[in-house]
């Protein structure tokens, strides 16, 4: 069936809904979404929820942990001139709006317990489903795990979770190190930047030989960027690192 006819848009009406209890836009196109819906909605730290609006349904990783309220995407909004469709209904949507709402959550990027080392590495919005793991750990007072997340973006402003990442890494160094990238340290926007610099991928060799991370004790986890996992996985996999990944690809949205 086609994206966005009336019959797509009758479809998605017969499924559950979720309505837009909040919203805050932080660059020109990035912004986060709050949904509360309307039925009970289960889901595993990383997976990912199908929403809908106008026939046009599309998958987002949840940042939000199992325990909490409402479910919290971070969202790149895709122009319609790059091919963007649903997203344009999400920026433009308000307080209030419904969303259609795939009743289970799906995906196998989860949270993997017989690892005691977990290096988190994603771009932009793939770092929500490391929030909502990092949550859920905090909440359930998780013990003999740590969580390294690497981030890399382009610039400083998207890092939208670096706050909360930050804050948690200082009070509870034995479960969380942080570290974020930009790839353009030269951008106005990037002013003031003093942190590291390049690419995400070049760096995670580098940060696993820093912290002496033992491979048979090691999840790598990729998100985001499908470049970027990779070359990752292109480096790892002949080195004998374990990995899994969830990949970002914006022509489909």
């Known amino acids: 069936m086609q994206e966005g006819t009336p019959e797509a848009r009758q479809r998605l ?3 559950p809904k979720a ?21 009970p909605f289960r889901f595993k730290s990383g ?3 199908t929403i809908g609006m106008a026939g046009i349904e599309r998958p987002y990783s949840i940042a939000s942990a199992p325990y909490e309220d409402m479910i919290e995407l971070f969202v790149e909004y895709v122009f319609p001139e790059y091919g963007g469709k649903l997203t344009p209904h999400l920026w433009n ?5 419904s969303v259609s709402m795939r009743p ?3 995906g196998i990027f989860t949270f993997q317990p017989e690892f005691h080392h977990h290096v988190m590495v994603g771009t932009v919005t793939g770092v929500a489903p490391y929030v909502s793991m990092v949550r859920a750990a905090i909440h359930e ?4 795990h740590h969580f390294y997340v690497l981030e890399g973006a382009s ?13 948690e890494a200082t009070e509870r160094p034995d479960l969380l190190t942080y570290v974020m990238t930009v790839s353009r340290p030269d951008a106005p ?15 995670v060799e580098e940060f696993l030989a820093k912290w002496s991370l033992p491979k048979d004790d090691t999840m790598i986890y990729l998100c985001g960027n499908p470049g970027m996992i990779e070359d990752l996985k292109e480096k790892l996999n002949p080195k004998g690192w374990s990995l899994i990944e969830e990949r970002f690809w914006k022509e489909e949205d």
């Open 47 to 49: 997976q990912y929820i």
């Open 141 to 144: 007072r998780s013990r003999g």
């Open 155 to 167: 610039h400083q402003d998207e890092f939208v979770y670096d706050t909360e990442l930050a804050r």
């Open 93 to 97: 949507a308000h307080v209030g709006d």
């Open 189 to 203: 926007r990037n002013r003031g930047w003093n942190g590291p610099v390049g690419r995400v991928n070049t760096l």
């Open 19 to 39: 309505w837009i209890a909040k919203r805050q836009e932080v660059s020109e196109d990035l912004f986060v979404l709050w949904l509360r819906p309307e039925e």
């Open 13 to 15: 009406e017969k499924l």
């Open 104 to 106: 289970r959550a799906k």
